[in-house]
């Protein structure tokens, strides 16, 4: 059964840093790239970037390109996104994906549960 | 980046009515477009994708057409359990956009 599943809730000042990780199983993590969405509260959703575990490469979304970092681990499943110095506006859920390992083929066929960030000073 | 205006934002429906969303790609995206269902608190399901091709497992009430520009997500018979938000999905061209969602009550 394939299955991601993400790290838990965070609480955190502006200013601090952060990388919250998703975990696949149920397939060979390698074989499919993983993205990011961004959900703020009572909001849609927004492509954040997405990252080959195979080989690291990562492509951003050009509204979070600089802001956040998308790295993985194959040797553990586990991919992550991270920011070195969180805003208040960075308050929202994310969710992991996984999708075919293809620039053309973008289909969200698995997510993660979601993990809430909230920024409050 | 490609601009993807789903109507309407909202709907309310009946049992057994049937339910059609639009969603318009700002340029051709000729199939590469997905629907996903989110609801209140869980993370969102692909239900369809290219268009018109129904993910594993979905129910057969739900199905999608289109191309180009133009693209069409109908409930033909939905249920109280569909209550929930939907979103299109384009992947013509990177950064990847999402429709602002169609929230479908279903009474």
């Known amino acids: 059964e394939v299955q991601l599943v993400q790290s838990g809730a965070e609480v955190k000042k502006p200013g601090e840093s952060l990388r919250i990780s998703c975990k696949s199983s149920g397939y060979r993590f390698t074989d499919y790239w993983i993205s990011w969405v961004r959900q703020m509260p009572g909001k849609g959703l927004e492509w954040m970037g997405r990252i080959d575990p195979s080989d690291s490469y990562t492509t951003y979304s050009p509204s979070f390109q600089g802001h956040v970092i998308i790295s993985a681990d194959k040797s553990i499943n586990t991919a992550y996104l991270q920011w070195n110095s969180l805003k208040a506006s960075d308050t929202a859920m994310y969710y992991c994906?996984?999708?075919?390992?293809?620039?053309?083929?973008?289909?969200?066929?698995?997510w993660g549960q979601g993990t809430l960030v909230t920024v409050s000073s | 980046d490609i601009h993807m205006t789903q109507s309407p934002s909202s709907l309310s429906a009946s049992v057994g009515d049937r339910v059609t969303i639009t969603c318009q790609a700002s340029q051709d995206i000729g199939k590469y477009l997905n629907w996903y269902q989110q609801k209140l608190g869980k993370a969102p399901k692909l239900l369809i994708y290219d268009a018109s091709n129904s993910e594993t497992g979905v129910p057969s009430r739900f199905s999608g057409r289109g191309s180009g520009t133009d693209f069409t997500f109908t409930i033909s018979s939905p249920q109280p359990e569909d209550s929930a938000t939907y979103y299109c999905?384009?992947?013509?061209?990177?950064?990847?956009?999402f429709g602002g969602g169609t929230k479908v009550e279903i009474k």
């Open positions: 999905q384009q992947y013509d061209n990177l950064p990847l956009t």
């Open positions: 994906a996984r999708h075919c390992a293809s620039s053309t083929c973008y289909i969200f066929d698995y």
